[in-house]
Nanobody, 123 residues
Framework: QVQLVESGGGLVQAGGSLRLSCAASGRTFSRYAMGWFRQAPGKEREFVAAITWRGGSAKYGDSVKGRFTISRDFVKNTVYLQMNSLKPEDTAVYYC????????????????WGQGTQVFVSS
C-alpha cells in the first residue's frame, strides 16, 4: 500500500508558476514510477507527466511540454511538478499517482492515487 498526499495548489495569474508536491509513504518509494494527472470540470482525466522509478527519464503530455517539469527526491520520498508559464486552461484538480512499474508511461499502470490539489489559473 502507498499513501500519497498532494500539496501546493492554489490560485495564480496566467504566466505565473506553482510547484506541486506529492509526499509518499508506505512501501518503498523507489520501486514506483510516479505520475501527475489532472482533471478539469466536465473533462476526462488527462496525463500530465511521469517519471521512472529511478528518476532517470520523464515523459510529458503534449499540452505541458516545455512548461512543466517532474522530479523526485528519494530522501524525502516526494515527487514534484514545477509548473511555469501557466495558462487558464491548466486549471484543474491535479492528482499524484504511483505505479508499481519501471516507467509509468500508461495510465493503466497506476494503482495508487492521491486526493488531489486544486490549481486555478486566472486570465
Amino acid at each position: 500500500q502507498v499513501q500519497l498526499v498532494e500539496s501546493g495548489g492554489g490560485l495564480v495569474q496566467a504566466g505565473g508558476s506553482l510547484r506541486l508536491s506529492c509526499a509518499a509513504s508506505g512501501r518503498t518509494f523507489s520501486r514506483y514510477a510516479m505520475g501527475w494527472f489532472r482533471q478539469a470540470p466536465g473533462k476526462e482525466r488527462e496525463f500530465v507527466a511521469a517519471i521512472t522509478w529511478r528518476g532517470g527519464s520523464a515523459k510529458y503530455g503534449d499540452s505541458v511540454k516545455g512548461r512543466f517539469t517532474i522530479s523526485r527526491d528519494f530522501v524525502k520520498n516526494t515527487v514534484y511538478l514545477q509548473m511555469n508559464s501557466l495558462k487558464p486552461e491548466d486549471t484543474a484538480v491535479y492528482y499524484c499517482a504511483a505505479a508499481p512499474s519501471a516507467t509509468g508511461w500508461t495510465t493503466g499502470e497506476y494503482d495508487y492515487w492521491g486526493q488531489g490539489t486544486q490549481v486555478f489559473v486566472s486570465s
